[in-house]
């Protein structure tokens, strides 16, 4: 987002900022071509995520702005100088690389991993110079490995190995920095500790690419996405505009929900099982084929989250009758049965459900053959009694539970009602839904 | 402590080993002497240049003149009082083969630490690529078909065999510029199977060399003359500096080859030239003392589980400490009951030593 470079917080002592340019990169390996015309560019100081599905080119795509493979046309650019023509020195003063893995299965002290990035600055006989110096004491304080320094490498943990790697790189003290995966092995805290990290940078003028597998985390801490589908460029824009429904089905062939995050307000990509349109994953469900006797069979379903909106997904897909509710807004369910167009009964968020709520929902279950409860979350209050009095009219029910009980229960005396539905129910997980609510409708027939 | 100064206080220690087992072996031996007496005779063989006589004079063929030869003279610094025999003993029949043995260990033992690094393989040695079987063929054929090999002298086929065969393996592996580390180790074994069985057949036809043939493959020192030392210690010498100064790059080429690139290493020429140098030492090492194995591999072993992987102070200390590690084998295997090859005796002892740093956990991949 930031389209002038900013003043260097370090007070100069960073590199100037530079842009990187790749015009109509194409690559092959043999016969497989990997990339196809590629041309994007990055403004100094931007934080550009390449994002896409798995053999799209992200890493490639990387590797050739890096200089480590030689596109088979095309030209990459970094401040004017093309990395592909010049000395591996030239070229690693310009752009660094946190790699996706290090074999880093050698005790060398973490302090001389990281002073290994300083190699392109130093002659053969001199010894470090100040400037090294302070350049790796600085990467290390920045990365927060100070106090491992003199650790060997092979003892510290995957995600301070990745914080020292980071650090190698800061300390080359290029203007650009390539990161691929670099979060991939962590866990949530070591994914945002990294990220902050190279925020900072950025914020500092540093011209930042990065392949992120993780949508949610691209969206949060990227100012512009490449999304990447058969080695070409689909997307590029701000994150709001790259990561849609529309461009996610297109590219991943996933069925997701993009969601503002509640909290940080950037997209929230839940992916979904597929319906109908991958029919061996889904077992056998043709649209149309959960009729029954020429009749279509309707099932309401009660619950939240990603479970409930797959059990409506795999629903709708089949053909099913499917209504959904009460769904507070901003849900992943919701997203997906206004995506869906399924009929639904909606609640603000956080708002406890109206009166009509309560009879819409009375409605819904005594009208539907098959009542599905997805990993329904009831606390010991009123409203939760209420909603309980409606499903346990409910004639057949279908559980659907990913989330333990204890999570979502609250109250002895809702938690043995809720086990008292469960009871009576036939249980099932959000790939056999639709098994599920078949073999209530057949239980039907039979009495 | 700072690494420079670690390096320094090691090669320097190891300096003063290498020195005391220097004394020490050449005092022992059929005749016993008094070390004292062998610091003495081992100063007094040290001679500088002093200025330049033309007394000599040569004969150019096919003219028949007869010109005069300016040559250096030398005059001896020291004259400490030392019986002639114990003289003659340690400076023209023990020192020449102590200092051969230090220059043999010294080069194999540090292009066995660079090897190691380079294929990021423990196993690798300096006779990896193929150095010692191309010796080998060299200096068999030298041994049995004398006639048939254009240069007269043994070193010196052993030499061209070693280096021809590097020259090969690389050649073979390198397509488009590039050198995959694996494709060499590859072109590697299957040239020195290659070469095991052209080595055997000449044996089979050597008839009365082949006592000769085989004691040369174990590896010795036998018979060692300054000539020998002459040949040799020039390429350990100038070879082990220059790989030193390629320290950092071998640390860096630890990381991976692409890794090495994004950090400024010119990865094949770096390459090409470590294999070259360390290829060039092996193959002045082996070509004066036959195959002696376990040096090149035990030694970095032990001195990487000492010092650690970084081969700034790993390569000297290496080197320095494969010195004193031959000179004491060969003083076992010359000063023993019955003299054999020093290449059984690295083997007899290091084999086993190794053996217990691998079962202590001790020994891991560079």
């Known amino acids: 987002m930031t389209d002038t470079p900013r003043p260097d917080a370090n007070g100069g002592a960073g590199p100037e900022p530079a842009t990187v340019s790749v015009e109509d990169v194409s690559l092959s390996f043999g016969d497989l ?24 080119g992200k ?176 997307t590029v824009g701000p994150p709001s505009a790259v990561l849609t429904t529309e461009t996610l089905a297109e590219t ?84 997906t049965a206004r995506r869906l167009e399924v009929d639904r009964i909606a609640v603000e968020p956080f708002a406890r459900p109206s009166a009509s709520d309560r009879a819409a929902l009375d409605e819904r279950v005594r009208g539907a053959d098959v009542t599905v409860v997805a990993d329904l979350a009831v606390g010991a209050t009123e409203d939760g009694r209420r909603l309980l009095e409606s499903i346990e009219t409910a004639e057949r029910l279908v559980f659907v539970e990913r989330r333990p009980p204890e999570e979502r229960i609250d109250g002895n005396d809702v938690r043995r009602r809720y086990e008292d539905c469960r009871e009576r129910a036939v249980e099932a997980t959000p790939e056999s839904v639709l098994e599920a609510v078949r073999a209530t409708l057949r239980r039907r027939s039979e009495t | 402590m700072m690494r420079p100064v670690r390096t320094l206080s090691w090669t320097a220690g190891l300096l003063v080993v290498l020195i005391a087992v220097t004394i020490v072996s050449a005092a022992l031996g059929p005749v016993r002497i008094d070390p004292t007496v062998v610091a003495k005779a081992t100063l007094n063989a040290v001679i500088v240049p002093s200025g330049i006589v033309t007394e000599s004079a040569t004969t150019i063929p096919g003219l028949g003149w007869t010109v005069p030869v300016p040559a250096l003279e030398y005059v001896p ?25 230090s220059v043999v260990g010294f080069a194999l033992a540090a292009a066995g630490a660079v090897m190691q690094g380079f294929f990021r393989n423990p196993l690798a040695d300096p006779s990896i690529i193929g150095v010692s079987s191309g010796a080998a063929a060299g200096a068999v054929a030298a041994i049995a078909f004398p006639a048939l090999v254009p240069f007269g002298s043994l070193h010196l086929s052993a030499f061209i065999g070693a280096l021809a065969t590097a020259f090969l393996v690389y050649a073979i592996a390198t397509e488009g510029g590039k050198t995959p580390v694996a494709t060499l180790l590859l072109a590697g074994v299957a040239i020195q199977a290659f070469l095991g069985a052209m080595i055997s057949y000449m044996l089979v036809h050597s008839g ?29 010498f100038v070879g082990v500096i220059v790989l030193c100064a390629y320290a950092r790059e071998l640390n860096v080429l630890l990381l991976g080859e692409e890794d090495a690139h994004h950090l400024g290493v010119d990865v094949e020429r770096t390459k090409l030239l470590l294999l070259a140098l360390s290829s060039l030492v092996t193959a002045a090492g082996v070509a004066v003392a036959g195959v002696i194995g376990f040096v090149g591999l035990v030694v970095p072993h032990i001195m990487r589980l000492i010092v650690g992987p970084d081969h700034r102070i790993l390569l000297p200390t290496s080197a320095l400490a494969g010195a004193s590690f031959l000179v004491a084998t060969d003083t076992i295997a010359r000063a023993g009951p019955a003299e054999v090859p020093v290449g059984i005796v690295t083997a007899a002892l290091g084999a086993p030593f190794f053996l217990f740093l691998l079962v202590r956990r001790e020994v891991h991949s560079v």
Not at chain 2, 208 to 231: K, P
């Open chain 1, 33 to 56: 071509s990997v990339l196809e015309a590629v041309s994007l560019s990055v403004e100094p100081g931007e934080f550009v995520g390449f994002v896409g599905p798995n053999g799209a």
């Open chain 2, 77 to 101: 610094v020291f004259g400490f009082d030392v019986p002639d025999t114990h003289q003659t003993i340690v400076a023209d029949i023990r020192l020449p083969r102590i200092v051969l043995a």
């Open chain 2, 208 to 236: 009365d060399d082949l006592r000769q043939a085989v004691i040369w493959m174990m590896g010795h020192l036998h018979n060692s003359t300054w000539s020998d030392v002459g040949f040799a210690l020039p390429f350990a």
């Open chain 1, 59 to 234: 890493t490639s795509l990387l590797r050739s702005i890096s200089g480590a493979l030689e596109p088979s046309a095309g030209t990459v650019e970094i401040s004017d100088t093309n990395v592909h023509d010049v000395s591996s020195r030239r070229s690693s003063r310009l752009v660094a690389v946190v790699p996706q893995d290090t074999s880093l299965s050698f005790s060398f002290p973490v302090r001389d991993v990281v002073e290994m990035g300083r190699h392109p600055h130093r002659s053969r006989f001199s010894p470090p110079s100040d400037d090294d110096r302070a350049a790796v004491e600085r990467a290390l304080e920045r990365t927060r490995t100070a106090e491992l320094a003199d650790r060997p490498i092979d003892e510290v943990s995957g995600g301070q190995r990745q914080r020292v790697v980071l650090a190698r790189a800061i300390a080359q003290e290029t203007p650009v920095l390539l990161l691929d995966e670099p979060t991939a092995s962590l866990d949530i805290n070591h994914q945002i500790e990294t990220l902050e990290v190279v925020r900072e940078l950025v914020a500092d003028g540093r011209t930042v690419v990065a392949a992120i597998h993780d949508l949610d985390l691209a969206a949060r801490y990227c100012d512009r996405l490449v999304l990447l589908a058969d080695g070409t460029v689909h």
């Open chain 1, 252 to 335: 991943f062939e996933a069925n997701a929900a993009v969601t503002p995050n509640p909290v940080t307000g950037t997209a929230t990509v839940t992916a979904l099982p597929h319906g109908t349109s991958d029919g061996a994953e889904s077992g056998r469900a043709e649209p149309g084929e959960a009729t029954d006797g020429g009749r279509t069979p309707s099932a309401h379903v009660v619950g939240t989250g990603s479970t409930a909106a797959g059990v409506l997904t795999r629903l709708e897909r089949a053909g099913v009758d499917v209504s959904i509710g009460p769904i507070p807004g901003g849900d992943v369910a919701d997203e």
